[in-house]
């Protein structure tokens, strides 16, 4: 971090760019003909681009992209890298989001020319190797979820909750029973992605209310079963980070009432390889790729949510599937006409597949039982350290993370948000906080494996810390944060005035506009702007 | 403490109803919109909307979450905020007044519409429970 752009910190000066410079657009930087890389003269006949595209195809307009030296470029992404708080960088305990340390030999593995300089297009038979890996990741899931058969096509979590749900509605479809089950019950700790999938694939959502230990109301789901019921959909651990013990008498309730049970595979790294879902009659589930296995996640991702399936839903999964012949080679069979059809393009995010391959093979065995073991280790670490500071939401052991609520410090004039914003100027990203929506003022703590004790103390020195000054001067906290490159952003505004997209600005007289139009447009290069 | 005013009648859920004439005008309580914090959103029914009691007729989105708000009696909408949608600094500022938000003309006679509502002081409970935990 650069210590010049931080607001209310003296002596900052000469140790970074000045805040108008560190803020700046990389299209601010771009001066006309400045270039990165001098090409040399083709050698070659270049006929042009008119001779070679018709006009439809060719831009009116040159893209606006900015010119910049080489350089600058690189410095004005350290820049910004470095006003960001990573995993990297940063202890990132964000409940719910399993922000897990990305290993390097996954990056090493993903990087081989064979499955780095591949692509879609190629014929399956030039990329026997790449499709084994794409085929033996959907085993090794199978094994890990306990269920038979996998799809590695949805992007992310919530799309796979898309995808499973649209299987359970296909198997409703083959029944004949899809126009009277148009329910989904769902536990009212779900993640909000649960109800938005529901209502996506058409289906009703019915919240279901937890009970006094946390878990979900068994009195309450039995009243809300009838013959509408397509699904139940459920979090276990929960998002309370508790374990919900009954599952398996849920399970055998819904399936005798003609409904399948989906698991929300989001926290599934507190069972890894101690508890196969499956076992627990679980019918369906997603695997977030980036958070169990390792790959990255937010900014840094892009997702994956393979679902996992029962061998009887198995002829619903989105196409094409990976089949092996009789000649022992791998091919794509998009022939299944049950199947819900493609979900994404090609066969899902590849550059995942082989990050979280190789996340399993170099954790196979017993080790990965140690991944749950020690997050949820870490979790209640954290749960005893602070239970005397902070209200735990609900008593007892937590799983791979624990939900505390700052009710007690709100009392006194500092919520959940000052908590988090106060972390910040500690050092750490904070933990998830206003959810799970039941809880008030909640601070959810994930710390996942990878953390040594020294780090999640001085993280919960900072709490304690934290929980003493909500205390003596609540006002401080309020103030919270003071050394980031921002302070308090309006988040009213952002939300219902939100600025989407950067414009140029009318260019002052000694610097040339940059291109017609709005700068923007360079997000679309390559597109026709007129036809 | 927040304002409970005596005299309305109030849901689990935070939303308060009272009675005028024959119907019932709708809002959701001061607890509510402090827990919320700064709003950002509001989806109100439609003139004539059907709306059942503990259903949903409509979100409220704050900076913090999107919260469904729950019907507190069975019946017909005929008539709605129309002025929150531009200004929902009102129902921060007044949420038992000029931050209602809609009036239901009830599908049973009044007092059968409002039985077993929460009154203030059992209201005044609840919140108690919600701000000082014990669950």
Request: hydrophobic share 40%; charged share 20%; proline share 9%.
């Given at each position: ?147 038979e058969a996998v799809s590695l096509q949805p992007a992310a979590g919530a799309h796979g909750e898309l995808t499973g749900l649209m299987c359970i509605r296909a198997w409703h479809v083959s029944r004949g029973e899809a126009a009277r ?34 878990r979900v109301h068994l009195a309450d789901l039995e009243r809300k079963l009838d013959e509408r019921v397509a699904a139940f959909m459920i979090t276990n651990p929960s998002t309370l980070g508790l374990f919900e013990s009954e599952l ?284 | ?49 059907e709306v059942r009691r503990g259903e949903r007729f409509g979100e409220i989105e704050s900076v913090k979450a999107v919260s469904d708000l729950y019907s507190p009696v069975d019946g017909s909408v005929v008539a709605v905020n129309e ?53």
């Open positions: 971090m650069s210590a010049g752009v931080r607001p209310g910190q003296a002596g900052g000066a000469g140790q970074g760019p000045p805040p108008e410079l560190a803020s700046r657009t990389i299209f601010e930087e771009s001066r006309p003909g400045r270039m990165a890389v001098s090409l040399p003269e083709p050698g070659v006949p270049s006929p042009g681009a008119e001779a070679l595209l018709p006009a439809w195809a060719r831009r009116a307009v040159p893209p606006a992209l900015p010119e910049v030296g080489e350089l600058q470029l690189v410095r004005h992404y350290t820049r910004l890298s470095q006003k960001n708080l990573g995993i990297d960088t940063t202890f990132y305990p964000l409940g719910s989001c399993t922000m897990k340390y990305n290993p390097r030999l996954n990056e090493q593995i993903a990087a081989l020319p064979g499955l780095a300089d591949i692509h879609p297009y190629q014929d399956p038979d030039q990329v026997q190797g790449a499709l084994e890996l794409f085929y033996e990741l959907e085993q090794l899931l199978a094994q890990l979820t306990g269920l089950r148009t329910r989904v019950l769902i536990p009212d700790s779900a993640h909000g992605t649960n109800p938005a999938s529901v209502t996506l694939c058409g289906m009703e959502a019915v919240p279901v209310r937890t009970a006094d230990n946390g398996p008498a849920m399970a055998e309730r819904l399936h005798a009432a003609g409904a399948l049970v989906y698991l929300d595979g989001a926290n599934l790294n507190a069972m890894l390889g101690v508890i196969r879902p499956g076992d627990l009659g679980v019918d369906v589930m997603h695997v977030n790729l980036h958070k169990t296995l390792s790959t990255p996640h937010g900014g840094g991702g892009p997702g994956s949510g393979p679902i996992a399936v029962r061998s009887f839903l198995e002829p619903f999964l989105p196409v094409p599937r990976i089949v092996r012949g009789e000649d022992g080679r791998l091919r794509l069979e998009t022939d299944r006409p049950q199947s819900i059809g493609r979900v994404k393009a090609f066969l899902g995010h590849a550059g995942m597949v082989w990050r979280a391959y190789a996340y399993l093979r170099a954790h196979s065995g017993r080790d990965l039982a140690g991944v749950a073991k020690h997050a949820v280790l870490n979790a209640n670490y954290i749960r005893v350290r602070l239970r005397d500071h902070y209200e735990v939401a609900y008593p007892g052991m937590c799983m791979h993370e624990v939900v505390l609520s700052a009710r007690r410090q709100k009392r006194l004039g500092a919520s959940a948000l000052d908590i988090a914003k106060g972390l910040l100027d500690r050092g750490f990203h904070p933990p998830t906080i206003y959810f799970p929506l039941i809880v008030p003022e909640a601070l959810m703590i994930e710390p996942t494996e990878t953390e040594t004790r020294e780090t999640l103390d001085r993280f919960c020195d900072a709490m304690i810390e934290l929980a003493e000054l909500a205390a003596r001067d609540p006002e401080q906290l309020r103030q919270a944060p003071r050394t980031l490159p921002v302070r308090r952003l309006d988040e009213v505004r952002a939300a219902r005035q939100p600025v989407l997209r950067w414009r140029a600005e009318p260019a002052p007289a000694d610097r040339p506009p940059l291109a017609e139009g709005d700068a923007c447009a360079a997000a679309s290069a390559g597109v026709p702007a007129t036809r | 403490m927040s304002e409970v005013p005596a005299g309305l009648h109030y849901t689990a859920s935070h939303e308060w109803a009272r009675p005028e004439g024959e119907q019932v005008v709708v809002g959701i309580t001061a607890f509510a919109v402090e827990s919320l914090q700064d709003l950002v959103f509001i989806e109100l029914p439609k003139l004539g909307d002025a929150l949608a531009n200004d929902l600094d009102r129902l921060s500022r007044d949420p038992y007044g000029e931050g209602w938000l809609i009036r239901i003309a009830p599908r049973t006679s009044l007092p059968e519409a409002l039985a077993g509502l929460l009154d203030a002081a059992a209201y005044r409970r609840l919140i108690e429970q919600e701000e000082h935990g014990g669950g």
